[in-house]
C-alpha cells in the first residue's frame, strides 16, 4: 500500500495500525472549521468510513478558517460538500453526508454504530447531548472547543474516565457565553486543535493510550497547559445514569407567516440576561422582556425566556444556526 507509505513505516502506525484505520469508523459533528480540518485529515489517513454532520451552508464568513470550501461553494451545503471533496481526495474512504440538525431525535442513531465521535460543533447544548448519548451507548468521543487563540480538547470515554458533566456539571446559561461571531476565531486555532483530537481519534483506532488530560491552550500567547479531571461522584450522566438532554425536549422553529421570519424556541426553560445583548451587540431594549438588534443581515428579537425571532429568513436550520451562534449555547 504505498498510498499509506508514510504511515506504516511508523512504528506508531505499522501494516497492523493502517489496517485497523482502514475499518475504522468516525463520526463527525459539525463541519466548521474543526470538522473540515478534521475530515480532511481522516480521510487522507485512510479512515474507513466518515460520517459527516452538519444542518448549515457555507458563507462567506467561514473562508477565513474553513478548510475545504472556496467561494463557489458559498450557499452550499457543507456536508454535501465536504463529501464531494474527500470523495476526490480518497476514493476508498466511505462518505456517509448528513445535513441534519443534531437533536434528542437524531442523535443516537448518527454515533451509536461508529467507534468513535469528534465533537466539531460550536455549541455547549449539542456537546450536552452529545455527552448524554455516547455515555449512554459507550461511545468514546472528543471534545474540542475553541473560540478567539484559545482552545481545549479532552477525550471522553465511557466507563474509564470523566465525563463533560463531570467536567462541566451544568450548562452555562444562554447568553453568559461568547461565540465565534462575538469573540471571533484566528485563523489557524481550529486546525491546531482539530489535528489534536484527530489524531488522538486515530490513536483510538489503532489500540493506543489516549491522552488522558484536558489539554488547553492559548496559541497566540503559546500557553499549553494538562490539567487531570477526575471522574465526579454523583455526576448526573456517568454516574447516576440519567439523560436530561437526551430526554430533552427539541429546540422548536416556527415560521411566522407573511414576516420572512422563523422563530426559535428553547426545548427547555431558560432566563435571558438581556444586559448583556444591549452591552455586546447595542441591542435596544423594548420594555422588560424583550431587546432588538440586527446581525449579518437579519433582524433579531430576543426574549427573556430565550425565544429569538429571526426576521429576514424562512429557513428553519439558518433560524437555529443564528440561534446557536448569537444566544450561544
Ligand atoms: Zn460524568
Known sequence: MTRYSRQTVLPEIGERGQEQISKGKVAIIGLGGLGSVMSEGLARAGVGMLRVIDRDVVELSNLQRQALYHEGNVGMAKADVVKEKLQKINSEVEVDARVVEVSPNNVEGLIEDVDIVLDATDNMKTRFLLNDACVKNKVPWIFTAILGTYGMTMNIEPGEGPCLR???????????????????????????????????????????????????????????????????????????????????????????????????????????????????YGAERVGRSLVKFSVDGYELTLFKDGRLIVEGTEDHKKALSVYSEYVGR
Open 166 to 280: 463531570c467536567l462541566l456539571s451544568v450548562m452555562p446559561d444562554p447568553g453568559s457565553m461568547e461565540t465565534c461571531a462575538t469573540a471571533g476565531i484566528l485563523f489557524s486555532l481550529p486546525r491546531v486543535l482539530a489535528n489534536i483530537a484527530s489524531t488522538e481519534a486515530v490513536k483510538y483506532l489503532v489500540d493506543a493510550d489516549l491522552r488522558p488530560t484536558l489539554l488547553t491552550m492559548d496559541i497566540w500567547k503559546n500557553d499549553y497547559e494538562q490539567i487531570d479531571v477526575a471522574r465526579r461522584d454523583g455526576c448526573h450522566c456517568c454516574g447516576e445514569g440519567e439523560y436530561e438532554y437526551l430526554d430533552g425536549d427539541e429546540d422548536v422553529t416556527t415560521e411566522l407567516c407573511g414576516r420572512d421570519a422563523v422563530q426559535v424556541s428553547p426545548g427547555e426553560r431558560v432566563d435571558i440576561e438581556l444586559d448583556k445583548y444591549q452591552e455586546r
